[in-house]
T-cell receptor, first 111, second 110 residues
């Protein structure tokens, strides 16, 4: 069983729709990252969360430590949001090399 | 502009050849990482360094070595490349509040 599970694997939406991507993990963590990767492109960090909720523009990330679950929401989605979204969890109490990644959610937003 | 620079951006390499992928950051982060990204497998940690002078093995270290002579540079060396090392390689660093990734190096071993 993967330690970080994302759902859905693939998601197609119409422009303007509200989008939710989920991440569940089975290990103890200090922080959770949401990353964005455009086709053929580099990886950009969107959020790093250890509790609660963060908002940046149209993006909102939440985490429930007790339930070991995080969600990434995109409001008023746009074709430029089309990318792979990756959840990663880390334990910074020990080695900093302990980031574990989900397989990613491929989002396609149609105009 | 603060960030991580990787070089080269892409490379075709003959099997058996030695290759060093370069990574430089200008944010003075202590922690740096090398990952490989393969279709269906996601990102996997090759090696990491918590601070200059120290390194550690990740999930898939075989065939790779790293060094961390100073805070800014974290090169990854393939001593004798094999086709299974064909992948996209990402260098990263973090500051406990945000993670930063390089643009990636696409390596093809033939």
């Amino acid at each position: 069983k993967n330690e970080v599970e994302q759902s859905p694997q693939n998601l197609t939406a119409q422009e303007g729709e509200f989008i939710t991507i989920n991440c569940s993990y089975s290990v103890g963590i200090s922080a959770l990252h949401w990353l964005q990767q455009h086709p053929g492109g580099g990886i950009v960090s969107l959020f790093m969360l250890s509790s609660g909720k963060k908002k940046h523009g149209r993006l909102i990330a939440t985490i429930n430590i007790q339930e070991k679950h995080s969600s990434l929401h995109i409001t008023a989605s746009h074709p430029r949001d089309s990318a792979v979204y990756i959840c990663a969890v880390g334990d910074y109490g020990g080695s900093q090399g302990n980031l574990i990644f989900g397989k990613g959610t491929k989002l396609s937003v149609k105009p | 502009i603060a960030g991580i620079t990787q070089a080269p951006t892409s490379q075709i390499l003959a099997a058996g050849r030695r290759m060093t992928l370069r990574c430089t950051q200008d944010m003075r982060h202590n922690a740096m990482y090398w990952y490989r990204q393969d279709l269906g497998l996601g990102l996997r940690l090759i090696h990491y360094s918590n601070t200059a002078g120290t390194t550690g093995k990740g999930e898939v270290p075989d065939g790779y070595s790293v060094s961390r002579a100073n805070t800014d540079d974290f090169p990854l060396t393939l001593a004798s490349a094999v086709p299974s090392q064909t992948s996209v390689y990402f260098c990263a660093s973090d500051s406990f509040t945000e993670a930063f990734f390089g643009q990636g190096t696409r390596l093809t071993v033939v």
